[in-house]
């Protein structure tokens, strides 16, 4: 047998791929060898295999994801599907480049004010905000859910406060879910009354802070006056005032996890979706922080167009797995009463968003459901 097949060191002279990087894929499940000795565990691989190292070595070097390369190499002849997904990451590559030219232009600026610093302003990043207190407790409410408690990520125990233009983002994540609402901002940058430019990482309010915040705005409150930099969390409303440190960390950026391109949009009511999730069978899988293992609901789309939940999915029907109760919270935060549910394939992320809110949304991470037998 092994005349007929390439050691994994043959393999990886001829394709490029380094021999621990062949044993990475194998693990991966992306390029398996034909036959592993089961004396010495030698990998060896089929000649029609050397093709498949090939594109594997460009597609790394691209920087496509693990997620991508596996549907690339997996994708049926004559389907479409490698290239859309090579489509996609090109759109993600232009895209990023483009947010990297506006930071770097950023960088430049806040490189040229170091070299000749303004003395006539000691706060030149400090954000003064007005918003509404009723946008802003919608906004917490549509966030707080997502927020980490785990001790080892710091820079994620809080909530982003992110200015941009007549809008203040805010956004959480504990990397397996994400939130993001917005809410019209008023205000000004520091002394000079300019419009504010928002600092490229914006504020990190940590958690408890961020709950003292929702506190304040009661239904008394008309506006909330905010200010952000420097280290400094301010809120005024009413003649109270709570005030705090952000967290000196920084923050992920959201932009790369929200550029989604879904092939589906559902419309449905939140209530339907809840009870079909509270009531639907779920599986067990390593799918929860730090591999523990959670409840798992499987997502369908029939032919008909309908999103159903199941834990056995029909082969001819879209599926997307997701931690059951990560789900819940998202359907929770806010009390929409409609949703639009936007799925782009079994290895995409789910977004949920609330029709007429285009800036507020969650999005959870899938969770890899085993290759059935």
Sequence with gaps: MESELHSIGELARASGLGVGTLRYYDGAEVLTPAWVDPQTGYRWYRPGQLADARLLARLRRVGLPLAGIRA?????????EAGRVLDAHLRRLEDGLADAR????????????????MTTDPHPTAHRLTVRAEGLATA???????????PELPSLAGVLFEPDGPVLRL?????????????PATGSTGSTGAAPEPPAAGTIVPAPLVDA??????????????????????AET?????????????????????????????????????AAVETGATR???SGPHGADCEVTVLTLTGDGRLAVTADPGPEELRLAVNRDFLLDALDAGRPEQLVLELGGPIAPLAIRTPGRTGTFSVLMPVRLPEPV
């Design 102 to 117: 506006r930071e770097l232009s950023l960088i430049h600026s806040m490189i040229d004010q170091r070299e000749q610093p």
């Design 72 to 80: 690339v190499l997996g994708a049926a002849p004559g389907s479409g």
């Design 213 to 234: 915040l929702r506190a304040l705005l009661g239904p008394g409150a008309a506006e909330v006056t905010l200010t952000l930099g420097d280290g400094l969390v301010r």
């Design 171 to 183: 956004v959480a994540t504990d990397r397996y879910r994400m939130a993001l609402a917005e809410v």
């Design 284 to 286: 067990t899988l390593p």
């Design 238 to 274: 009413g003649g109270h005032r709570i005030e705090g440190t952000a967290l000196d960390f920084d923050y992920p950026d959201h932009r790369a996890v929200t550029r989604l391109e879904p092939e589906h949009r559902i419309t449905l009511p939140a209530a339907e979706l809840r």
């Design 140 to 150: 917490l409410d549509a966030v707080r859910f997502a927020v980490s408690g785990d």
